[in-house]
């Protein structure tokens, strides 16, 4: 490759870098102004909305978030009406959780958000683009040298807790992990 074709192939790179950056920061903003809810809290809500009530474990396998991530949406949104969680009389280990009339209401009114979309579109990729697609991440998430740093939900506060091992130690940018 010349070295001006690799210097388009970089812009080109680095350019829809932004544009995924980009979008995902308007999803996000727009559902908390509407709804005054974060991104994986109304994701968490869109989920319930097409076939609650779920047990927390199949949300979280859903959203493809750890079990104790989830159980935190929740927490919050039950605080705010939008859900309701109820404990199985046959086995008080099995919790389901379903949308209130407030929480139906609240999730038809905001749109998908990026976490949704991306979701979806992954899952209707080949197998084949699918693992590009993945081995490229992991090539980005090397060269910033974030492999230990549990991922956060996108723009949101809020961790995945299972997603990998807690790192304390600096990443390339000189931030804590």
């Not at 949704?116 to 980005?140: C, F, I, N, Y």
């Amino acid at each position: 490759m010349s070295p001006a074709r690799r210097d388009r192939e970089i812009a080109d790179v680095l350019d829809n870098l932004r544009r995924v950056f980009k979008v995902v920061h308007r999803y996000s903003k727009h559902a908390e102004k509407i709804g005054g809810l974060t991104g994986p809290q109304v994701w968490a809500m869109k989920v319930l909305a097409e076939s609650a009530p779920l047990r927390v474990t199949d949300l979280a396998r859903r959203m493809y978030l750890h079990p104790s991530t989830v159980v935190g949406i929740l927490d919050r949104l039950e605080q705010r009406g939008q859900v309701t969680r109820k404990r199985s009389e046959k086995d008080h280990r099995v919790v389901t959780v379903a949308l209130t009339g407030k929480g139906r209401e609240t999730a038809s009114k905001i749109p998908e958000i990026a976490q949704g979309l991306l979701l979806k579109g992954l899952r209707e990729m080949s197998a084949g683009d699918m693992e590009t697609v993945s081995e490229g991440l992991r090539m980005l998430v090397g060269i910033l040298g974030v492999e230990g740093m549990p991922p956060p939900l996108l723009l949101s506060p809020e961790v995945n807790e299972g997603g990998g091992e807690i790192n304390d130690s600096e990443d390339r940018t000189g931030e804590q992990a």
